[in-house]
Nanobody, 122 residues
């Protein structure tokens, strides 16, 4: 059973870069055909997809966040990382990493981390 765990600072100052790491155990991030996602839930709002990195290393980002987002991976550590630059208080949210299975082209989310609260404040 694959497990995902988010880690990173819980408090980020405005204009700084928000950086989070997702550590994956029980499965490799290079295994076909899994997609590794970052998703967030701002206070009193719904889930927002930020972007993902595919088993191949290809990345995709939400158009609304693309200019500030970078997702990378370290296959030796089986981790993938989110960097969101120029953070503002509107980036305050619970951040989740999650795996989606695209074996059948359906992008089915089957594993989630517990989530980590990130607050952007001076």
């Amino acid at each position: 059973q694959v497990q995902l765990q988010e880690s990173g600072p819980g408090l980020v100052k405005p204009s700084q870069t928000l950086s989070l790491t997702c550590t994956v155990s029980g499965g490799s991030i290079t295994t076909n055909y899994f997609y590794w996602n970052w998703i967030r839930r701002p206070p009193e709002k719904g889930l927002e997809w930020i972007g993902n990195i595919l088993y191949s290393g290809t990345t995709y980002y939400s158009p609304s966040l693309e200019s500030r987002t970078s997702i990378s991976r370290d296959t030796s550590k089986n981790q993938f990382t989110l960097q969101l630059s120029s953070a503002t208080p509107e980036d305050t949210a619970v951040y989740f990493c999650a795996r989606a299975d695209n074996t059948w082209g359906l992008d089915e989310y089957d594993s989630w981390g517990l989530g980590t609260q990130v607050t952007v404040s001076s």
